[in-house]
């Protein structure tokens, strides 16, 4: 059965930066375009970037692109998201899914990992 499962959140400072990981099963992530998505209390769940199957090309929310990165280890079928200059409005539930900035088009979400930015 394919399963996501995020991971490495955590809390840091405005600024600093964390690298989140969503490592896939039951299928492989070089063939399935997979997309980061955030949930921030209060308000609704919104995408972030996307990375294709096809050719691995990327694509960014305007609010994150510039700060945030999302890559592929196909080798640890593994999909990454680098985020750089942290501001608190970044705090929110992060999710991947096999699926690109539509999150009503996502059936099974997993349990996400917390990213939490405050000085």
């Known amino acids: 059965q394919a399963q996501l499962v995020e991971s490495g959140g955590g809390s840091v400072q405005p600024g600093e930066s964390l690298k989140l990981s969503c490592t896939a099963s039951?299928?492989?992530?070089?063939?399935?375009?997979i997309g980061w998505f955030r949930q921030a209390p209060g308000k609704e769940r919104e995408g972030l970037c996307c990375?294709?199957?096809?050719?691995?090309?990327?694509y960014y929310q305007d609010s994150v692109k510039g700060r945030f990165t999302i890559s592929r280890d196909n080798a640890k079928n593994t999909v990454y998201l680098q985020m750089n200059s942290l501001k608190p409005e970044d705090t929110a539930t992060y999710y991947c899914?096999?699926?690109?900035?539509?999150?009503?088009?996502?059936?099974?979400w997993g349990q996400g990992t917390q990213v939490t930015v405050s000085s």
């Open positions: 990375i294709t199957g096809s050719d691995g090309s990327t």
């Open positions: 899914a096999e699926e690109c900035f539509d999150p009503r088009a996502v059936s099974n």
């Open positions: 039951g299928f492989t992530v070089a063939s399935s375009a």
